[in-house]
Structure formats: structure tokens, C-alpha cells
């Protein structure tokens, strides 16, 4: 080897020290994939990804960046990242093997699925696509907090097909925000080609549209121009120069998973290919190149990662599973963190208020109370203020940086809420209508419902959604939906949903304070009505999420109902008087939690239970409360339990089937009538 060549001891100003640390860990990430399908042939685990062929990037993304001041979303495939950002092999084997000591997810996740709270790796989840906007979110949390914090957030190009992608790079570029996207492009989509998969084949050249994002094409195989790019990135970021969208070409040299075969739609030549690609050969071949290493220092370099390998695999077996009896831990948040909040401390006694003007007051007194409070969504800033008025005023008194209109994407709001949450914010966002938050049900379900309870509590995103429902205001089948009938099949999310405006301010802002996600539905057809107006509670005023209340005393029947049919179950019960008939009316005011036991001592009480509810009767709500009470309450029954809804199909626009689609106080009359004379 030529002395000027062996005299040469760094490579782009790294030093060989830090080479060899870099060498290490993409050798570690090789050694530990290859050991997870040994485990995994060994029946010690069920599942696994590898990131083989993707070490060059991951490493250098993560060598560029800050670990534990800057924050991660990484994805699947990104174990040479997150070793890189600071996670053990240990760690990652505790996640593989499902541990309870496993820092990413209390073994409640599969494997390579990554978190960790003192890294800042956020709790990573399955769905493609929806860590984008949540990267977003914390990003812009950095921002409002002064912080020059970098976000890191990355998958493969076949997520770049996902709609919540394009909302985040429209998001993030228009808002100037530092997140590096990082496309890791090894050209296959489990077995789905790129020509098969997007537009010109690249995402570099189908972002070109998005002003003010900074956009890079390298070779991802190459860990010095990855950790050039990577860095210059990050540089201009923290400056304030907007977001980086940087397309890393790398291969996959394993299958998608343990459960893919790639032989099966990929040539034997196409694989030879990807081989002579290796990202980790072309590293050595640096190395040795310059002088930094002799062949027999690789040599000794790989046993010992191999070593490192195998004893944090065996030592990471030694930890117990977690324990049964557990599951439900931390689905909610504990006790403790909201064991300061004082409920129903004084009765309402304020002027009277109509149920939109007491949700306004709600949010203008958290906002006053909580710096960290910031309300977003579409047209809620002045001087639209919400298309219901809900917000109007807010962004005038306390600025548009905490009360700002978001773009009109359901997904966006949801998931960017979700990502200002676990940075410490507290977002308070509006769906303008029930009937469009479906766009944001990944979000909602498959993220914001379980972050505490799939980290193992270490990272949390209590966020309020707002959202108008309901029917009886001519809006037709897409702005009359009731939503709670699907919602409530979401463990982790709490549902509120009150009747009336001193309801309505109590829960909104024990919502607010709440360390867990709250639905918080609004019936847009009460907010302006006189029945619903009351007297308004002070500024101090909490009502407690699972307690009913009891809107009327009565003693041979009950009505259960929530809503805008608790009003008309109160003139059927006024009518059923007439008739020498005592009607108890429940109002359960929140879905999750329910409080079953008010409505149980009610039926021992009155021997007969009719549960009312707008939604449709088929699967609604109704069906649950129904079936708690003939299953704790069978005994006390003098009648079968009776169910009234709307019908079975959507809301029509026509006054006239709008009123035959929806319960009537009539139709609540007639079924108390037949349910007394049984």
C-alpha cells in the first residue's frame, strides 16, 4: 500500500476513531438481523424486519443529528438508526423477544417496532404513513417552544403513497419546519415494484412542487454522502431554512419480513445486483483504502460486534415476560396525574348561557389558565371564528400562534395535535363536522387511542378533539352523522357528549386538564337552543368523566339517552305524567367511561329501562347500554329492555323524511306507552 495512502488516518475529517464507532454499529445492525432469523428459527420470536442494506443511511442520519435533544420517528427498518441514536442491541433484542423491560413498548409491540423516552425515539406503530404528520407536529412544537430542535422522520417509498405523507411535506414546507424526511428507496414495496408504485419513480422528482422544501437525490449505500447530506440538512433546519425532503437509494438485501419470501417475484440476477451494492463491503473497502484499518482489524472488529451480538441476546433472555393481569395498564393514564383536579366545586350560578357560548368561554379560560394550550383547525381563527362561532374571538385575544387554521385535512390536524402532544403541548383541535373525520381514523385508532398504552406509558398525546354531530338542522346524510356508536369501540379514548351548555363547559374543561385523548362531541343542534341554555359555571367548574346525570326523578320506567333526544325524552316524560306515569330520564352525559351503575340503580328502581339514543338503531350505542343492563340488571326486569333510534339509514335532506329518520318526542311517547303497558 502506497505510504502517502497509509499516512492518510481520516476520511471526509472524521477521525479513525469515529469511523471505527460508525463501522461498528453498521456491523452490529448486520450481525443482530441475522441473529433475530436465528431466534426466530428457534421459535424464541414470532416476527422480524431487517435493515440490511439500509445501514449506510440510517447510521449517518443518526450520527448527523443530536440524540436526545433532537427527536426521532423512525420506521421498521431503521434498527442501524436507532442504534446509532443511542437504543442498546440489548434494548432491541428486550423489544424482540416481547420483555417487559423492553423500552420501546413494555413488550406490547412487535418487533422493530422502536421507542425510547431519553433518546427521543417517539412510540413507532405499524401503519405507513401516519409517523409523517406526528413528526410534523412535534416540529412545530419545537418551534412555538424557541427551540432549534431537528425532527427526524423516515420510511420506504412505498409509504410516500399514503396521503398523510403529502400532507406533511404540504405542512411542513409552507410552515418552514425543521424535518428531515428521509425516504429510504430500495425500490420494492414488500413486492410491489417502484414502476408499479409512484410517479416517475422517484420521490425527488414528484416533491419538486412543494416550495420551500430542500430536496436531495443520493446514493443511501454511501455513508459519506448520506452523512453529508444528512448533515447539511439538519444545519439549515436549525436556521430557520425550512424542511429537507433527502430520497436515499439503498437495497434490500433480505425479504420485506419473516414472513416474505422476495424469491418469489424477484430474479435471482435482480438479487445479485442488490449484493454487489452492500453498503457495508463499500465502507471496508474506504476504510482499508486510506489506511485507516489493516484486514486483520476488520477481522477482529466483526468477532467482536459478533460477540456484542450474542451476549446482548443472551442476556436480554433473562428478563421476565410481562406478567399477566397487565393488559390493561396504562391504557389509561394513572391516577396519579390527574389527582389534583377538583370536580363540581360550585353549582352553575352565572348568567344564563346558550351551549356554543359556553364551550367559547370553556376554551378562552383553559387558554388563559394553560400557556401550553393551542386550539387549531379548519376556519377557527378570526374573523370566521369556527362555522359554529365556537372559537370566535380566540386567536384575536390570545394570538394566531396559539389559535391558527390548520390546512383542511382531517388526518393533518389530528396527527400534527398528536405530535405537538408528546413534545408537552396541549392541542385542542376542531373537526368542522362528524361526518368528515373519517380521513383521520388512523390517526385517531390506530395512533392517538393507544401512544400511552403501547409505550408502556413512557410517551403520552392527550389531545381533545372537538367535533360537531348530529342531526334535526336539514343538513342531509353529510352533516347530521353520530359518530359515538364507532368510536366507543376504541379502547384509550374517552367520549364526551353532553345536553346542555353547563354540561358542556364542565366537561370541556376537565377534557382539557385530562391526561388522556378526549372525543368531545358537540350536538350542533343544541347550541343555540333555549332548552339547552343554563347557567354558567365559573372558570373553576370540572365535571367528572362517568357520572350521569339524572335529568328527571321518576319511578315506573327509565329513559337512558344522551344528546339532543335527552330534551325530547323530558317531553315525553312531561306527556307520560299526564298519563299517571312517573318517567325517569338519564342523561350518561360521557360514553367512555359509562356510568353503568346509575343506570342500574335506576331499572332495580323502576323495573322497566327504554335506552333512546339519534344515531342508528342497528349497532349504535345503544346496543352497549342495552346489554349492560340485561346482563347486571336481568333480575330487576319487568320487561325486556327497549331500544329506540333513528332508522337504519342515512339522514335525508327533505324536511319531511329528515323527520320520519330521526326519533320525535312522539316516537319516545309511543314507546314508553307500549313499554308501561307490558
Known sequence: MPETIKKKKTIDGLQKKTLLNIYRNMVTSRFMDEKMM????????????????????????????????????????????????????????????????????????????????????????????????????????????????????????????????????????????????????????????????????????????????????????????????????????????????????????????????????????????????????????????????????????????????????????????????????????????????????????????????????????????????????????????????????????????????APLAEASIVGVAIGMAVYGLRPVVEIQFGDYIWTAMMQIRNELSVMRWRSFNNWSAPVVLRVPVGGYIHGALCHSQNIEGFFAHIPGLKIAYPSNAADAKGLLKAAIRCPDPVLFLEHKGLYRQSFAASSEPDADYLLPFGKARIAREGSDVTVVTWGALVQKSLEAARKMEKEGVQVEVIDIRTINPLDTETIINSVKKTNKVLVAHEDTRFQGFGAEVSAQIAEFAFEYLDGPVRRLGGTDTPIP???????????????ITEALQDLVAY
Open 38 to 405: 436465528i431466534l426466530l428459527k428457534q421459535g424464541k420470536s414470532f416476527f422480524h424486519i431487517g435493515a440490511a442494506g439500509h445501514e449506510a443511511i440510517q447510521t449517518a442520519a443518526a450520527f448527523a443529528l443530536q440524540p436526545g435533544y433532537d427527536y426521532a420517528y423512525p420506521y421498521y427498518r431503521d434498527l442501524s438508526f436507532v442504534m446509532q441514536f443511542g437504543v442498546t442491541p440489548k434494548e432491541v433484542f428486550l423489544n424482540f423477544l416481547a420483555k417487559e423491560a423492553d423500552p420501546s413498548s413494555g413488550g406490547r409491540q412487535m418487533p422493530n417496532h422502536y421507542g425510547h423516552r431519553e433518546h427521543h425515539i417517539v412510540s413507532q406503530s405499524s401503519p405507513t404513513g401516519t409517523q409523517y404528520l406526528q413528526s410534523v407536529g412535534t416540529a412545530l412544537a419545537a418551534v412555538k417552544a424557541g427551540k432549534d430542535e431537528v425532527v427526524y422522520v423516515s420510511s420506504g417509498e412505498g409509504t410516500t403513497s399514503q396521503g398523510d405523507f403529502h400532507e406533511a411535506l404540504n405542512w411542513a414546507s409552507r410552515a418552514k419546519l425543521p424535518v428531515i424526511f428521509v425516504i429510504q428507496n430500495n425500490k420494492y414495496a414488500i413486492s410491489t415494484h417502484i414502476s408499479d408504485q409512484m410517479s416517475g419513480e422517484s420521490v425527488y422528482k414528484f416533491s419538486a412542487g412543494y416550495e420551500g422544501l430542500n430536496r436531495y437525490h443520493i446514493d443511501g449505500t454511501n455513508f459519506f454522502e448520506s452523512y453529508k447530506t444528512v448533515k447539511q440538512a439538519a444545519a439549515d433546519a436549525r436556521a430557520g431554512k425550512g424542511p429537507a425532503l433527502i430520497e436515499a437509494d439503498t437495497v434490500r438485501l433480505f425479504p420485506h419480513s419473516s414472513s416474505d419470501s422476495q424469491k418469489k417475484y424477484r430474479t435471482h440476477e435482480d438479487l445479485e445486483k442488490d449484493k454487489e451494492r452492500d453498503p457495508i463491503p463499500s465502507f471496508e473497502v474506504d476504510l482499508l483504502e486510506n489506511g485507516i484499518v489493516t484486514e486483520e482489524e476488520l477481522d477482529l472488529l466483526r468477532k467482536e460486534c459478533k460477540n456484542t451480538v450474542d451476549e446482548a441476546a443472551d442476556q436480554a433472555a433473562e428478563y421476565t415476560n410481562p406478567e399477566k393481569g397487565t393488559v390493561a395498564q396504562y391504557l389509561y393514564a394513572p391516577e396519579s396525574e390527574s389527582a389534583d383536579l377538583e370536580f363540581e366545586k360550585n353549582e352553575p350560578s352565572g348568567e344564563k348561557a346558550v351551549l356554543v357560548d359556553a364551550i367559547n368561554h370553556a376554551l378562552k379560560e383553559e387558554m388563559a389558565r394553560n400557556d401550553k394550550m393551542h386550539i387549531f383547525g379548519q376556519d377557527v381563527a378570526d374573523g370566521k371564528g369556527g362555522v359554529f362561532t365556537a372559537t370566535t374571538g380566540i386567536s384575536t385575544q390570545f394570538g394566531k400562534e396559539r389559535c391558527f387554521n
Open 653 to 667: 335532506f327533505s324536511p319531511v323524511l329528515e323527520e320520519e329518520a330521526l326519533p320525535q318526542t312522539e316516537d
